[in-house]
Structures are given as structure tokens and as C-alpha cells.
């Protein structure tokens, strides 16, 4: 996973430059530092959140070539190898972003389980932002994962769960570091909230904003660059993540914020 951060911004059809996120230059964190699962309860390996008992969130890129039976989540552990974990648990069906992959703004997917997860103080149910959740620029957001603690040893990664806080940044300053990110109308590419490179394998993880997973972490131009990693924008996705939820798993088990 990733812990090599600088710089974030939310990118969205809806959104104006103050609805972006990420950290100037001297806010550069590398690794983190370390924290436990119970500030992070709805975390999960592989990365993402949970969404109910039976639901996680994670980034279409992740599960868009595996068969369901080959993703499996592990919940309630602040360690890499498992330790103190409640369990893990079989995925049945992945649903992708709507247009994922010929949009990549779309990065974004459901995983259904074959199994109830248990629901406890060490593996909740992720807050979830509503359509019109605001994010300034330039607010705290905090990230998670076992990701490089170290950006020229991709072994450096710790053995128990960091977190790293990084800052908003304006969105018409992300896009002049993307200038191939932008759609048709010469605007942002809906669906992006950037944060600071990402490292290897921490793709799918949630980015927190006072505890709302607002940011599903995406792509990005190596490690602690001077370019923003890219997250998709959660916020966009909340009816959709609702509708399914709700039709497929049967259950209203879901809280958006």
C-alpha cells in the first residue's frame, strides 16, 4: 500500500475548485505513522470499507480481473499478517462502476459476500458522504494502509496498520498538474479527489475526512512526487452505492453522512 503522501483534490461534474483536496509541498509525508484498527473500524484487507454485513467498497481496477472467488476480505486486524482478525470471508458477486474501465472516473466497485461479517467495535459500517457533502480546500484528510514507508525500498512496508494526514488542494491546481485528465469541455474529469502519490499496493483504500470515507484511492504518478495521487470522489456514488445496496443485499444497513 501506499504511505508516501503530499497532495489531494476532488475532482466532480458538480463541483466547484473549493469542493478539491490536497497538500502543498512542504506538507510531503513519507510512511506515516502508526495507528490501530479501531480508529479505522470499517477498514478491510484487501483494501477498502465496508458498506454492511455483507457489502465493501473498494476501486474497479482491483476486481475488474479477478473472479469473485479469488477477492477475499479480512476484517478487525491492525496487522498485515492477520493477527487478532475476526475472520475472513468469501466474495460471490463484483459490481463495477457504471462505465468502468472506458472511464476510468469510474473507478469504483461493490463486493458482495457469501458470508454476514460480524459487526463490532473493530469492524463497522463506513460513513458514506451524501451527494452534496462540501470538502474546502485545504482540509485535514487521513489515509490508511501497510503501504512503502520508504520510497526507494518497496519492502519497506511496516508490519502494522499506519495512517498518514495529508490536505486538500485547490481542483484547477490538480488539473494543471493532469492536463490529460480533463474531459471534453476542458474540465476536471468527474470523480477525482487527489491526494499526494501513492506507492505501490494501496490501491481501493478509503481517504477520511472527520471520519466520512470521502475519497477511494485510485491512481497516481508514482511515489511522493510533486504530482497529486487520484482518488475517485465518493460523494458522486453515494445513490448508487444506496440502490444497490438496498436491492441486492436486501438491507438499509448503510450510513450516509
Known amino acids: ?19 478539491s483536496v490536497a497538500a502543498p509541498k512542504s506538507a510531503r509525508i513519507i510512511g506515516g505513522e502508526p495507528t490501530t484498527i479501531d480508529r479505522y473500524p470499517d477498514m478491510i484487507q484487501i483494501m477498502g470499507v465496508i458498506l454492511n454485513s455483507r457489502a465493501v467498497l473498494t476501486a474497479a481496477h482491483c476486481t475488474e480481473k479477478a473472479a469473485p472467488i479469488q477477492r477475499l476480505v479480512r476484517i478487525g486486524t491492525s496487522f498485515i499478517n492477520g493477527t487478532g482478525s475476526l475472520g475472513t470471508f468469501r466474495t460471490r458477486r463484483i459490481i463495477l462502476g457504471q462505465n468502468f474501465p472506458y472511464e476510468f472516473d469510474y473507478d469504483i466497485s461493490i463486493m458482495l459476500l457469501k458470508q454476514a461479517m460480524p459487526i463490532t467495535p473493530i469492524s463497522q459500517i463506513a460513513k458514506i458522504p451524501r451527494p452534496d457533502y462540501y470538502l474546502p480546500d485545504n482540509a485535514p484528510v487521513w489515509t490508511i494502509g501497510w503501504g512503502m514507508t520508504d520510497v526507494n525500498d518497496p519492502y519497506s512496508g511496516p508490519e502494522q496498520l499506519h495512517h498518514v494526514q495529508v490536505y486538500s488542494i485547490n481542483q484547477e491546481d490538480c488539473v494543471e498538474k493532469y492536463l490529460n485528465r480533463v474531459n471534453k469541455k476542458g474540465e476536471p474529469d468527474p470523480a477525482y479527489i487527489t491526494d499526494n502519490q501513492l506507492c505501490t499496493g494501496v490501491w481501493g483504500v478509503g481517504v477520511y475526512h472527520n471520519g466520512v470515507v470521502v475519497g477511494i484511492i485510485s491512481w497516481g504518478h508514482y511515489c511522493a512526487t510533486e504530482y497529486p495521487g487520484v482518488n475517485v470522489r465518493v460523494s458522486r456514488f453515494s445513490n448508487w ?3 444497490y445496496i438496498v436491492v441486492v443485499t436486501k438491507s438499509y444497513l448503510l450510513l450516509i453522512i
Do not use: E, H
Not at 500500500?1 to 469542493?19: E, H, N, T
Open 241 to 243: 452505492i444506496d440502490r
Open 1 to 19: 500500500m501506499i504511505l508516501a503522501w503530499m497532495s489531494l483534490a476532488l475532482f466532480d461534474v458538480y463541483a466547484s475548485p473549493k469542493m
